[in-house]
């Protein structure tokens, strides 16, 4: 499978708690995008990273969400001190280095948080 | 403040029918619109437009962009259950923002048979 991976699928953790997200890109795709989905939105951008830098963050990144790609390659996304508002799918994407063309987008990974 | 918009949101039709749905944006240094697909899971790229006026045609869905007015339309002719899905158009743009895309809220198309 080349595609965009993401783990865990599904995740259910109790308010307070922290969790981490692993996102496996296209292997050749420098650039990589986080973003978060909630019911009967569109996706909203979180941050990018070309490489191993981390480029742009959003505005909605709060202090508790922090995102590394250590080595320009797999990349996680930490929620810590989670909160019922936190619940919702996360979407991992990557591309090559153009600055235009397609997002290929993993199957996501859907947090609740009780 | 960078946006897109979609319409309509929500869309009842019987197979057989056509649609068309509409995205508008309003964005600083455009580069690319995109169409994408969303059932259950992940979104499926559909049509990137980055020129206005020329069609992006594939089966029975196609998609055309006007620069101009700001704005894209995705067409589906001769729906089928299987259209049902989430549309999702989404604007790269910026000088720095690492062709990131921003997302309407989506379009959720309901065809019944």
């Known amino acids: 499978d080349t595609g965009v991976s993401q783990n865990p699928r599904h995740k259910i953790t109790k308010r307070g708690q922290n969790v981490t997200f692993r996102c496996d890109p296209i292997?050749?795709?420098?650039?990589l995008y986080w973003y978060r989905q909630t019911l009967g939105q569109g996706p909203e951008f979180l941050t990018y990273f070309q490489n191993e830098a981390q480029l742009e963050k959003s505005r909605l990144l709060s202090d508790r969400f922090s995102a590394e790609r250590p080595k320009g390659s797999f990349s996680t996304l930490e929620i810590q001190r989670t909160e019922q508002g936190d619940s919702a799918m996360y979407l991992c994407a990557s591309k090559r280095g153009s600055l235009t063309g397609e997002l290929f987008f993993g199957e996501g990974s859907r947090l609740t948080v009780l | 403040e960078d946006k897109v918009v979609q319409s309509p949101l929500s869309l009842v039709v019987h197979e057989g029918d056509t649609v068309t749905l509409n995205c508008s944006y309003e964005v600083t240094n455009f580069r690319s619109l995109l169409w994408y697909k969303q059932e259950k899971k992940a979104p499926t790229f559909l049509f990137m437009l980055?020129?206005?006026?020329i069609e992006k045609k594939s089966g029975r869905l196609s998609s055309i962009l006007d620069k101009k007015e700001l704005f894209s339309i995705l067409n589906i002719t001769a729906t089928q259950t299987g259209d049902s899905a989430i549309y999702l158009c989404?604007?790269?743009?910026?000088?720095?923002?690492?062709?990131?895309?921003?997302f309407g809220e989506g379009t959720q198309l309901t065809v019944n048979p």
């Open positions: 989404a604007v790269g743009f910026g000088e720095t923002s690492g062709s990131r895309l921003t």
């Open positions: 292997s050749e795709h420098n650039r």
């Open positions: 980055t020129s206005s006026g």
